[in-house]
């Protein structure tokens, strides 16, 4: 069995200061959730964000998802912006096969920075992470085909739709829609 490297809790753009949540982020995580509902309800439906209830359930929410981290089980990765400190979104990694290795990738972003590339700015930092020094051989990420912005965002930072699970949701009116599954492969990180 081979060992699991450790992802790094910290990490910094040009603009964002990428980290794990701790101990203490319960009432940026409140607040980031009140102010998200509505923008992630649509797409991100089962996100953490949307689930809390006060800042004291939202600090149990931050240190579970610390212990996550430290286990290996998940990780969510808040994005920070440096000069500021403001809560800008998160980016969710996850270990699909850590043999292989590969992962899967997610994100969000706070309604109030949506279409500034901070989001882009953040996934090409944990793609780095990911193919460089977790020699990761694939990524995944799935979108809602009707997510033209999350489309967008994955393939210009380099994933190639790979295919397309029709009617797969189902939206809180009933209606069905489906996702399209991208990935990038390691090679194809490379030859960017």
Known sequence: MSIRPEIPDKMETERLLLRSYRAGDGPV???????????LAEFESGNVLISVKDEDHAEAVAIDLAEKWVAGECFFI???????????GQVYVGSTNWELPEFTLGYVVDVNYEGQGYVSEAVQRVLKMLFEDLDAHRVRSECAETNMRSVRLLERCGFRREGHLRENKRYADGSFHGDYLYAMLRREYFDR
Request: avoid cysteine.
């Open 78 to 88: 808040g994005l920070f912006e440096k000069t500021t400190n403001a809560w800008i």
């Open 29 to 39: 995580l409140f607040a980031a959730g009140v102010r998200n509902r509505e923008h």
